[in-house]
C-alpha cells in the first residue's frame, strides 16, 4: 500500500521546448550505463531494464554529417544489443546492432562501443534494445538536425518536443514472453500505453504520471513522435488541433494537414503544430488501429498540450480518434504521404529492377507437443521460420564461417496459394531455418510483400536494416502484376525504413543494394518478430574497398 500511494505522489513533468541547437563539435559521444531500476507507473515499483536510469531513455542528438559514438556498458542481468533504428550504417553493420544477425550480445559486465556516421540523413529516428522483448523499457529517440545552416523545408518552428509513444507492463515482460511461449500463445496484453513513459489520467493512479508540454499561443511547435511500442500500431491526435506532417522516418516529405496520424512500431513521424485555439489544455492521445479480426487492445494514453498561462486546474478534452478499425481512414493517411521530392532532397526511386521478390508474410501453426491443444502460434515469410543463430550473421558472413546460414531463402512461396482467401487451417505447418537471400552489390530489388489469412489477415509493419525504400504501391487482396504495377507512384513515393503491410492486402517497396552487409528484415511487432516473421539480405561486397564491408571493430562482443 506504501508503495502505491508513493507511486501517486510522484511529480509531474513539465518539459519546456528545446527550442534552439547549440553548434556543436562533429564527434558527439554519449555513455549508456545499462542499469536496472525501479520504476512504478499503475501500481507499485517494479524492476526494469534501462539506461542510465531512464524511462524513456536519453535522447540522442545530432547533427547531418556528424560522428556519433555510444559507450555502451551492461549492468543488467540480460545479455543485451542496441540497434539504431533507420540509421542506414553504410559498409559499418557492426554498429547496426540486432543481436545475432550483426553481433553477438553484450555480455553483463562488458562494454561496446557503437560508433557511426550520421551520413545523408536527418530528422527522427530512434533507438531500442534488439534481443528478446527488452525494448519494452530500453529506448529513445533519435534527434539529426539539419548540418548548420541548412533551413527545414518548412517553416522554422519555435520549438520542438519529443513524444515517444511506448507500452507498459506490470509483470516482468521476460517472464510473459517465456509464459506465453511454454503455452504456444500470445503473452498478455500490455497494462498501459505511454507518451513519453507516462499513461496519462485514463489510467488508475496516474494523474501524477502524465506527459505535459507547454506552448505560447499563436507559436508552431515541431513534434517528433516515435511509436516505440511492442506490438501496437497506434493512431495519435491533438483535441482541437490538425497537424501537418513534413517528415517520416528521417526524410522530409511533402506536407499535408490531417487530424490524426497512424504510426507503426518503429515508425517516426515529424508534425506541425500551431497553437491557435482557445487557450486551454488539450489532450494529446494515442490508441491501436487494429482491423484484424483478433482482440483488440482499446487502451488510451494521454499527454497533455498546455497554453502558457492556463491553470493546471483546467479539464483538457479528448481528441477525436479513428475508430479503432477504420481502414479507411488509413488507407486516406497512407495515399498522402509523397516524398518532398525537390532538387534538393530527390526521390531517386528505381525505375529499372534487377531483382523481383514476392514474400508471403503472416501468422500460421507449428506442432509443440508441450503447448495447449499440441501446438503454437508461429509466423513465416516465403513459409520459412527463421531460426536464430547461436553467432552473429555478419562475423559469420564476413569470416567465412560455414554452417550458420544457408543463402537459399525463396525469392517467392514454395507454391502460390489464394493468398488472403478463406482461412486454410488444415493446412498450416512451416519450414523451419537460418535462410538468408543474396543480393547483388547495387542491384536494384523491388519487393512485394503479401499478407497471407492462412491463420488470419493481420497488418505487419515491417522494418528493414541499413537502408530506406520507397514504397511504390499498396493494395487489398492479392497482389495482380497485370492491374497494380501500372498504378506504382513511381515520381514521388514515401522514402521510409518501415512500412505497414496492409491487414489481408499488399505493399511493394523498392531499394537499391548499395550497402554491402548482413541486413535483417522483420515485422517489427515484437510478438510476430519472436514467432519467426524475419529474415535476411547478404548484400555482397563491391568492386574496390571503398564499397567493401569495413573491418570489424576491436571490441566487438564475443559469443
Ligand atoms: C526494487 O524494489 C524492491 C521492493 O519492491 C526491492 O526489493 C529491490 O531491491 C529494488 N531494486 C532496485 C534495483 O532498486
Ligand atoms: C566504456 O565505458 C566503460 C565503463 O564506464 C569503460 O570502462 C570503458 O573504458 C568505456 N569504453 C570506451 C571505449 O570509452
Ligand atoms: C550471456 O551470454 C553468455 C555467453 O554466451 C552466456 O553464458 C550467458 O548465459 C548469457 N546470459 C544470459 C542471462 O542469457
Ligand atoms: C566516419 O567518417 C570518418 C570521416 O570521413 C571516417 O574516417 C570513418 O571511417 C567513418 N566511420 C565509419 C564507421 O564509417
Ligand atoms: C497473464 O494473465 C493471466 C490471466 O490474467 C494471469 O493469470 C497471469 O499471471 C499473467 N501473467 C503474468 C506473468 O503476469
Ligand atoms: C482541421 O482540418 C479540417 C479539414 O481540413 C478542417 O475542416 C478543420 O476546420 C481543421 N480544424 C482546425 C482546428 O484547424
Ligand atoms: C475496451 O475493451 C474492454 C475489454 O474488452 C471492454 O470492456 C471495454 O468496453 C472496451 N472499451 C471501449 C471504449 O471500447
Ligand atoms: C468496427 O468496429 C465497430 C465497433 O467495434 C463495429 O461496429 C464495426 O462493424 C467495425 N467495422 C468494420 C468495418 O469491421
Ligand atoms: C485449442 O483447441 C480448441 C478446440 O479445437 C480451440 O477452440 C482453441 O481455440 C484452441 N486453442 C489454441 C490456443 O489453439
Ligand atoms: C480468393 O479468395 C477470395 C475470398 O475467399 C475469393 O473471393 C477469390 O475469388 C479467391 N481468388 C481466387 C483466384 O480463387
Ligand atoms: C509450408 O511448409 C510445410 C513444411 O514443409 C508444409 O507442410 C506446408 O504445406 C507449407 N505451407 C505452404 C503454405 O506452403
Ligand atoms: C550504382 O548504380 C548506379 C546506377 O547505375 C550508378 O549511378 C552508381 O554509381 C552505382 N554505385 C556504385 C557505388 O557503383
Ligand atoms: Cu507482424
Known sequence: MAFS???????????????????????????????????????????IVTVNGRFPGPTIY???GDRVVVNVTNHAQYNL????HGLKQFRNGWADGPA???????????????????????????????????????????VIMPKQGVPFPFPQPHGESVLVLGEWWNSDVEELVKQGNA??????????????????????????????????????????????????ELFFAIAGHNMTVVEIDAVYCKPFTTSAILITPGQTTNVLVTANQAPGRYFMAA?????????????TATAILQYKGVPDTVIPVLP??????????????????RSLNTPQFPANVPL?????????????????????????????????????????????????????????????????FNYTGAPLTANLGTSLGTRLSKLAFNSTVELVLQDTNLLTVESHPFHLHGFNFFVVGRGVGNFDPAKDLAKFNLVDPPERNTVGVPTGGWTAIRFRADNPGVWFMHCHLELHTMWGLKMAFVVENGNGPDQSILPPPNDLPPC
Open 183 to 232: 503455452l504456444g500463445l500470445p503473452p498478455n496484453m500490455s497494462d498501459a500505453h505511454t507518451i513519453n513513459g507516462k499513461p496519462g489520467p485514463l489510467f488508475p493512479c496516474s494523474d501524477k504520471h502524465t506527459f505535459v508540454t507547454e506552448v505560447e499561443w499563436g507559436k508552431t511547435y515541431l513534434l517528433r513522435i516515435v511509436n516505440a511500442a511492442l506490438n501496437d
Open 352 to 416: 529499372t529492377i534487377d531483382r523481383h521478390l514476392f514474400f508471403t508474410v503472416g501468422l500460421g501453426r507449428d506442432p509443440c507437443p508441450t503447448c495447449l491443444n499440441s501446438t503454437k502460434l508461429t509466423a513465416s515469410i516465403n513459409n520459412v521460420t527463421f531460426v536464430m543463430p547461436k553467432i552473429g550473421l555478419l562475423q559469420a558472413h564476413y569470416f567465412n564461417i560455414n554452417g550458420v546460414f544457408k543463402l537459399d531463402f525463396p525469392d517467392k512461396p514454395p507454391a502460390p
Open 81 to 84: 544489443s542496441i540497434h539504431w
Open 62 to 64: 545530432a547533427r547531418e
Open 100 to 142: 545475432y544477425i550483426t553481433q553477438c550480445p553484450i555480455q553483463s559486465g562488458n562494454s561496446y562501443s557503437y560508433d557511426f556516421n550520421v551520413t545523408g540523413q536527418r530528422g527522427t529516428l530512434w533507438w531500442h534494445a534488439h534481443i528478446l522483448w527488452l525494448r519494452a523499457t530500453v529506448h529513445g529517440a533519435i
Open 287 to 299: 490508441r491501436d488501429f487494429n482491423d484484424a479480426p483478433i482482440p483488440v487492445d482499446n487502451k
Open 5 to 47: 500511494l508513493f507511486s501517486c505522489l510522484l511529480f509531474a513533468s513539465v518539459v519546456t521546448m528545446i527550442s534552439s541547437f547549440a553548434a556543436e563539435a562533429a564527434i558527439k559521444k554519449y555513455q549508456f550505463d545499462v542499469v536496472v531500476k525501479n520504476v512504478s507507473r499503475l501500481s507499485h515499483p517494479k524492476p
Open 320 to 337: 477525436q480518434l479513428p475508430a479503432q478499425n477504420d481502414t479507411s481512414f488509413v488507407d486516406t493517411y497512407s495515399n498522402s504521404l
